[in-house]
Nanobody
Framework: VQLQACGGGLVQAGGSLRLSCAAS????????MGWFRQAPGKEREFVAA????????YYADSVKGRFTISKDNVKNTVYLQMNSLKPEDTAVYYC???????????????????WGQGTQVTVSS
């Protein structure tokens, strides 16, 4: 599976960005798509996830109400709409696909099987 993330950039606090992640390859057996982020000097953290079949979504408390994850199953693409951005949202954002049938949590980065290259999001104050 190959993942191509894009849509990052520089935005002022309070602004919005929309990230996209296009998946190719063996996407038919992917179960969840997730977004994670990693700020300098910090560990990678969960942002949001969505189930490929169905509409279940999951969010980190820090982004709930501001970020929305969605998908287009025909295009094999997942989106992350980010509104009301804050400087603390600054990070490299990664998309990932979880293939496993049995796993501990969609919030656990170690459960994901394939990762995109990351896209930088910078929010200025």
């Amino acid at each position: 599976v190959q993942l191509q993330a894009c849509g990052g950039g520089l935005v002022q606090a309070g602004g919005s960005l929309r990230l996209s992640c296009a998946a190719s390859g063996r996407t038919s057996i992917g179960r969840y798509m997730g977004w994670f982020r990693q700020a300098p000097g910090k560990e990678r953290e969960f942002v949001a996830a969505i189930r490929w079949s169905g509409d279940s979504t999951y969010y980190a408390d820090s982004v709930k109400g501001r970020f929305t994850i969605s998908k287009d199953n025909v295009k094999n693409t997942v989106y992350l709409q980010m509104n009301s951005l804050k400087p603390e949202d600054t990070a490299v954002y990664y998309c990932a696909v979880l293939m496993k049938t049995f796993f501990s949590s969609v919030r656990n980065a170690n459960e994901y099987d394939y990762w995109g290259q990351g896209t930088q999001v910078t929010v200025s104050s």
